[in-house]
């Protein structure tokens, strides 16, 4: 498998795990907490009865609007853009039965360019890049540049960038949502909340609408800082575009973590990810697995991004 290809399954499977994943999906799982008190459905008092010594949960509309507060300074403060770390994955193409007919391990260093994180391959399989997989990397990198530059334009533009997934109304719309208890996660409590689309016929605006509306999950609540610590998200039906003739996503699967790495900070610490679907006449079976870890803040002057060019 190119790297190519492989970086253009897992940026699916990430579906913006970072705004949390913020890598992304972060972005959704942020936005799925931003509804109004309408949105809620009550859950039955009895469930979330403190025990003896502990403080009853605040309402769930309270929770919320703690979380999108910190969603919204996390993104002023461009929290993900300000680290690096090191990122250990492993990606398994799999047949039919759900069976690796490939497998590839990657060690990846993940930097800010221009304020964005972008996750640079330095090791395949345990050993340093050939030199095809070096250009393909430069290039890939190039493209990413390109990206960064295409969207700057777009913004000053003052047009929406079609793979955004914002906090508002629009998108939270979509989904009903549920505070179904609490649980450590990590040794830190936390809420559990659930939600799913809020009807089988959602309007589509943009392409990602076609999955935005058909996922369902949960996502657990810092109860200190009310980020996300924890998120599972799942398709509730199959995701098809034009009747399934140019493209179907039949099962998504995706658990995402973040851990806090200093006072202020929290980033995404592990991803797990299954993706059974496909575009055009090609098919995309696979699992991915991404672990990070040895987070460090970016002094502003240091120009990481230079310094670990090829």
Not at 134 to 156: S, V, Y
Request: hydrophobic share 35%; net charge positive; aromatic share 8%.
């Amino acid at each position: 498998m190119s790297t190519a290809s492989v970086d253009a399954r897992r940026t699916t499977l990430a579906l913006g795990c970072s705004k949390a994943a913020r890598a992304g999906m972060a972005g959704l799982l942020v936005s799925v907490l931003s509804a109004a008190p309408s949105s809620f459905r009550a859950c039955a008092p009895e469930m979330f009865r403190a025990g003896r010594g502990e403080a009853a949960p605040p309402p769930v509309q309270e929770i919320l609007r703690k979380a999108i507060e910190r969603a919204r300074w996390d993104d002023e403060q461009n929290i993900a853009g300000k680290y690096i770390y090191t990122q250990r994955s492993t990606v398994e193409e799999l047949d039919s039965r759900d069976g690796v007919k490939k497998r590839e391990e990657r060690l990846l260093s993940v930097f800010p360019i221009e304020g964005r994180p972008y996750s640079r391959v330095i090791e395949k399989d345990g050993r340093p890049l050939s030199e095809k997989d070096a250009k393909l990397e430069r290039e890939r990198e190039r493209k990413f540049r390109q990206r960064l530059a295409d969207r700057k334009r777009r913004k000053e533009r003052g047009e929406r960038d079609g793979d955004d997934i914002d906090i508002d109304e629009q998108l939270v719309s979509k989904y009903r949502f549920a505070l179904t208890g609490r649980e450590p996660v990590n040794g830190r409590p936390a809420y559990v909340l659930s939600f799913e689309p809020r009807s089988g016929d959602l309007p589509v605006k943009r392409k990602l609408d076609r999955l935005l509306n058909k996922v369902a999950g949960k996502v657990w609540i810092d109860a200190q800082d009310y980020e996300i610590s924890r998120a599972d998200v799942h398709l509730a039906e199959n995701v098809s575009a034009w009747g399934g003739m140019l493209a179907s996503v039949r099962k998504f699967l995706l658990r995402v973590e973040q851990v806090k790495v200093d006072e202020t900070a929290w980033l995404p610490s592990y991803v797990d990810a299954y993706f059974d679907g496909r575009l055009l006449i090609k098919s995309f079976h696979m699992k991915l697995k991404q672990q990070n870890s040895d987070f460090r803040k970016v002094a502003p002057e240091s120009g990481v991004a230079g310094s670990l060019k090829p």
